[in-house]
């Protein structure tokens, strides 16, 4: 057993099979007092690749906020999403369909219904975010259903890896990564904020030392979102101002709590696609 200081903050075991047959590869499962003593971040993330029904039945309504995101579960493509989900929303049942990628707010005591996948032509990705801790408190009268539903960002971005000799440059690389975005601030100011990226070659993601005043979550899974745990990748993250290194092998989740130093994240092998999500429970990452 690791005697490391914040080995407790990484949690290694999250997959499981889902409850839904249709769901045929493993689900990703996190939160609650089973995972560092704290209720404050639930997450359910599955591909979907057949029509079912994800929840069916009567009418749920949560005293927390929670947010439901539709991406794609193509790693060279995270543009690609074509499937059709409908919802119904509101007391009224009210329906909508996705057929985009998409971040759907459900405030805290805000009720909806069915979510039913009713085609999918490509597999897609689908993750359920909870924050018994940390809701917006949005009055229900002031909530509008289109506002609820957020198209997220999604682009390509390059990183330039320089190397030196005696402080001299002697080779720049050039390394692109896909990221889908969605900001709480851009939402009415709730507090969760995602960066989805999928990693296919081996970069560094350069940060100097810093800290949050609110808690952030990373989560790492393999690149085949209908197996994902099959992880060809070995990751080196920092924690604490020593910069203990911890690897990072296997599908996981690191706890990065608030005022908890922490640095670059250095995707150091890269066999296959990898995706790296991180959440912060915040309106933005400042």
């Not at 903050?9 to 499981?16: A, E, G, N």
């Not at 709590?257 to 959440?279: A, C, M, S, T, W």
């Amino acid at each position: 057993m690791s005697n490391k200081e914040y080995e407790d903050l990484i949690s290694r075991v999250i997959t499981k099979k889902s409850k839904h047959p249709e769901v045929k590869g493993p689900k990703i499962e996190y939160g609650g007092a089973e995972y560092n003593g704290g209720t404050d971040f639930d997450i359910s993330w599955f591909c979907a690749s057949m029509p079912f029904a994800i929840h069916e039945g009567v009418h749920t309504t949560h005293d927390f906020d929670e947010f439901l995101c539709f991406a794609s579960g193509n790693p060279h493509n995270m543009n690609e999403f074509q499937a059709k989900i409908e919802i119904e929303l509101g007391e009224k049942n009210e329906k909508r369909l996705i057929t985009e990628p998409t971040v759907l707010y459900l405030p805290k005591g805000f009720s909806h219904g069915k979510i039913i996948v009713k085609k999918v032509d490509k597999p897609f990705s689908y993750i359920k975010i909870c924050l018994p801790k940390y809701s917006k408190n949005i009055p229900l009268t002031e909530i509008q259903l289109d506002k609820l539903f957020t198209k997220p960002s999604i682009k390509t971005r390059t990183i330039k890896e320089q190397y030196y000799i005696d402080k001299n440059l002697v080779r720049e690389e050039k390394k692109h990564m896909q990221t889908l975005s969605y900001e709480g601030k851009d939402a009415g100011g709730v507090n969760f904020t995602m960066y989805w990226h999928v990693i296919k070659e081996p970069l560094v993601l350069y940060k100097p030392p810093h800290v949050h005043d609110y808690k952030q979550y990373e989560l790492f899974y393999g690149g085949n979102p209908m197996n994902v745990n099959k992880f060809n990748s070995e990751i080196d993250i920092y924690l604490g101002e020593e910069a203990e290194k911890y690897l990072i092998d296997c599908t996981s989740i690191v706890h990065i709590k608030e005022g908890l130093v922490h640095r670059q994240v250095d995707f150091r092998i890269v066999d296959k696609p990898v995706y790296f999500i991180n959440f912060f429970l915040s309106p933005e990452c400042a």
